[in-house]
């Protein structure tokens, strides 16, 4: 298991937890939950670009230690 911090762009994962500091409000603005397919389009470290549920989002470092993610395997 990883943080959305640490993924790598291209790679597909399944959100395994939301934790820590900004897990609710990616629950309750962005609908993000346990178990949704992750898709990471861009990640320099600092900040990310992810698709889910048909939607496309940036993200901060910050905010991206709170997702936990599984990779997927193909």
Do not use: C, H, P
């Amino acid at each position: 298991m990883i943080s959305l911090e640490k993924s790598k762009a291209g790679q597909s994962y399944r959100v395994t937890w939301l934790l820590g500091d900004y897990a609710e409000y990616l629950k309750k603005t962005w609908n993000l939950s346990e178990n949704d397919i992750m898709r990471v389009l861009d990640n320099n470290g600092r900040s990310m670009i992810v698709t889910f549920k048909g939607r496309k989002l940036a993200l901060s470092a910050d905010v991206a230690r709170s997702v936990k993610l599984e990779a997927l395997t193909a």
